[in-house]
């Protein structure tokens, strides 16, 4: 049994695209808020699955010769990515959950005429 | 990826996508806090197999206080002005994405690499966000500090209201 890049990225689609469902499906604002982080999370998935498995071609040091390429992991960008990400999902769920509190106080007759 | 990663993978991962799915379908509140709750243990488990710890605490705690706001007792519901049809040309349009990302993951195996990272990994990140990508990191605490504002004002607000 071995985890492949393309397994990682199967999960994070898998995320993505339940956490889109959630966002259309549901008929009240604040339960569609609940898509965004499985969305957020399965693009940090993602970012953090291409951190682990892709190569970068950092170094490619010039000799006298040839040239040699060496392929190592580079730094873990994907990781930092998927942490901004996580925090930026947080950040848009406590906005989301205050203007969808704010908006269902509004009487209609003014959300009709704000639009 | 050693076989206990590989089990870590697997296992977090069912636990996340169970978890996504129920968020999806389920109709109480409480229960649903609680599946987005499951699903960002499983999220984190992924990231966590996957060398990437530090990003999975920070996830973890995201998880937990996006199901904490969501799960909050003083819930206004607020629908949305969009009838049926377009909600189901929307989950049709979610199937497809599922489809197009699938195909995607699928052309994926791009490269194949000996990672020489470490488990945690948290002084890089942090290197990576506070010097190198210190724009980036920046950007994100000004939309979480614009959020926060939001919230505080909103609640301001209904506390003046009553």
Do not use: C, K
Not at chain 1, 54 to 62: I, S, V
Not at chain 2, 22 to 49: D, F, I, K, M, Q
Not at chain 2, 87 to 103: E, K
């Amino acid at each position: 049994m071995s985890v492949s890049l393309v397994s990682v990225l199967f999960v994070a689609a898998g995320m993505i695209a339940a956490g889109a469902f959630a966002v259309v499906w549901r008929r009240d604002a604040t339960a569609a808020l609940a898509g965004i982080p499985l969305m957020f999370g399965g693009a940090a998935i993602a970012f953090a699955g291409v951190a682990r498995f892709a190569a970068r071609a950092t170094a490619a040091t010039p000799s006298p010769t040839t040239q040699v390429v060496v392929s190592v992991s580079g730094p873990p960008l994907g990781q930092a990515a998927a942490v901004l990400i996580a925090i930026a999902a947080l950040a848009l769920v406590a906005m989301g959950v205050g203007l969808a509190g704010r908006a269902a106080r509004v009487p209609a007759a003014r959300q009709e005429a704000s639009r | 990826m050693d076989s206990p990663h590989a089990i870590g993978f697997f296992a977090s991962s069912a636990v996340a996508l169970a978890g996504a799915v129920l968020v999806a379908l389920l109709g109480r509140r409480g229960l649903r806090s609680l599946a987005l709750l499951v699903a960002g243990v499983g999220v984190a488990g992924v990231e966590a197999s996957l060398s990437a710890g530090f990003a999975a605490l920070v996830t973890l705690v995201s998880f937990a206080g996006s199901a904490l706001l969501l799960a909050r007792p003083d819930h206004r519901a607020y629908e949305w002005p969009v009838d049926g049809l377009w909600r189901q040309l929307g989950a049709v349009g979610a199937a497809l994405m599922l489809a197009l990302l699938g195909y995607a993951a699928y052309r994926g195996a791009f490269a194949h690499v000996r990672f020489n990272g470490g488990d945690l990994g948290t002084a890089a990140v942090g290197r990576l966000l506070f010097a190198r990508e210190a724009l980036a990191t920046e950007a994100v605490v000004g939309i979480t500090v614009i959020g926060l504002v939001v919230v505080t004002l909103l609640w301001r607000t209904r506390e003046r209201e009553r």
